[in-house]
């Protein structure tokens, strides 16, 4: 009886899906940050993230960028119809209000369970749309959160993130959280804002080496970050809107 049962068990396992093959951005290239709009990248330009809602470009490694632990401005009436799952404080919904984006309610196992398919079904839709990998912002949410949310509950929903954009074939990375190393929680590299700025860059370096897409807002941190890190990383300078036609410049 035993052997069968162990023959039974093999043949369960083989039959198993394999994980599709997942691969990071290259190192050192030159990126174009389209948030704001999906307009033709210059030539050198090998790495262009856009939003989920807009297509790849042809012939470059492009990241799909979604908001994860946040509400887009234009979607609340999408999340009001999961009023359980955006974070309230005395029956208000938590804003950040940098962007007017409300906070998701990632402090509990069945409700981290309920985002991630949610979001899990844009990251399918990412996969589906041609993208290389997804950007899922706002990691660090809890920073906003009046002190209802923890890093432990952001770390727990990140794993099912990952596993899920793995499983769609995508590589995943981390959005900013400066001093976390990622890799533990399955992100495959980093995109980080202002590291320049705010003399982080070389934290996420000492966790994914050259595999660091950073974006600038300000002249002179644009050229702090160039005179560190130009050699390795893939930098750009960007209009804080991120408008199709607002200015860049590269290392």
Not at 31 to 37: A, E, N, P, R, S
Not at 47 to 54: F, G, M, P
Not at 155 to 167: E, G, N, S, V
């Amino acid at each position: 009886m035993l052997p069968a049962l162990l023959l039974g068990l093999a043949l369960a396992l083989g039959s198993a899906p394999a994980t599709p093959p997942v691969t990071p951005p290259p190192g050192g290239v030159d990126l174009d940050y389209q948030l704001g709009g999906a307009v033709p990248p210059a030539a050198t330009v090998g790495i262009v993230v856009r939003d989920r809602r807009a297509a790849p470009e042809p012939g470059r490694y492009n990241v799909c960028y979604v908001n994860g632990f946040q509400t887009q401005p234009d979607e609340r009436r999408r999340w009001l119809r999961h009023p359980a799952l955006v974070l309230r404080d005395g029956g208000r919904p938590v804003v950040d209000d940098a962007w007017g984006e409300w906070l998701l309610d990632i402090r509990t196992a069945a409700k981290r369970e309920r985002l991630a398919r949610v979001v899990g079904r844009w990251i399918d839709g990412c996969a589906q749309a041609g993208y290389d990998a997804v950007e899922i912002d706002n990691l660090d949410s809890f920073s906003r959160s009046h002190g209802l949310l923890r890093p432990r509950h952001a770390k727990r929903y990140a794993r099912l993130l990952t596993a899920r954009a793995h499983a769609a074939g995508l590589a995943i990375a981390q959005k900013n959280w400066a001093g976390l190393d990622g890799r533990a929680l399955g992100f495959d590299f980093a995109v980080a804002e202002e590291c320049g700025r705010y003399d982080e860059c070389g934290c996420y370096v000492a966790s994914y080496g050259d595999r660091v897409l950073v974006v600038e807002y300000r002249a002179r941190d644009f050229r702090r970050a160039c005179a560190a890190y130009g050699s390795r990383l893939g930098i750009v300078l960007h209009d804080r809107d991120l408008a199709p036609d607002g200015r860049r410049a590269w290392c």
